[in-house]
């Protein structure tokens, strides 16, 4: 049993070994493996790739016609990795405007103008006649504000007695005299 414990550590070291082995083989292999979805080199056809080159260029040459382009001269195979990027498209060269249609579209911008101008002045009018009622309403309050304040100043006024005799005394002199009534 003695001998056994001896041995303990050496099994212990050559577990640990063996153990690191195996980790570092797992690692390797998935190192020399190519990432998943890619294409492996022993499949690529540059047969296949010159179709596609073709195959795209007749694509681009087709939409340069149907805007109204020249077809665009075919470039050459490129060499290096920094040229396979795309060079963007010039931008589409639309049709001039016959003159008939931009003699129309410039009577309609004349007739929105007019349009405008008959709308500004109508909300200038409009403008003008809330300022005219505005003011009507004012005045019109502010008359009956004082109308209520003198009335209620008289009401007070008779009831004290003193008042009251003067505004009968009042009325006696400045109403119509008692032959003519």
């Known amino acids: 049993m003695d001998g056994f414990f001896k041995l303990l550590p050496l099994l212990v070291f050559l577990w640990v070994v063996v153990s690191v082995i195996r980790s570092a083989t797992k690692v390797a292999r998935k190192l020399g493996e190519p990432p998943p979805g890619a294409r492996p080199s022993a499949d690529f056809d540059p047969g296949e790739a010159q179709r596609t080159r073709r195959i795209q260029e007749e694509i681009r040459r087709k939409i340069a ?25 010039p931008p589409p060269v639309l049709p001039a405007p016959e003159p008939a249609q931009l003699a129309a579209v410039l009577e309609r911008q004349q007739q929105l103008a007019d349009q405008m101008r008959a709308l500004e002045l109508a909300r200038q009018l409009e403008q003008r006649k809330a300022a005219v009622v505005a003011a009507t ?14 009335r209620g100043a008289l009401l007070a006024d008779l009831r004290n007695a ?13 109403d119509v005299p008692v032959g003519l009534r």
């Not at 149907?66 to 990027?85: F, H, N, Q």
């Not at 309403?137 to 003198?150: C, F, H, L, Q, Y």
């Not at 003193?162 to 400045?174: D, G, I, N, S």
């Open 65 to 89: 016609e149907r805007r109204g382009l020249a077809a665009p001269v075919a470039p050459a195979a490129p060499e290096r990795e920094e040229e396979l990027t795309p060079e963007p498209l």
């Open 137 to 150: 309403v004012r005045d019109e309050t502010e008359r009956t504000a004082a109308v209520v304040a003198m």
């Open 162 to 174: 003193p008042t009251a005799r003067r505004a009968f005394l009042l009325r006696e002199v400045l």
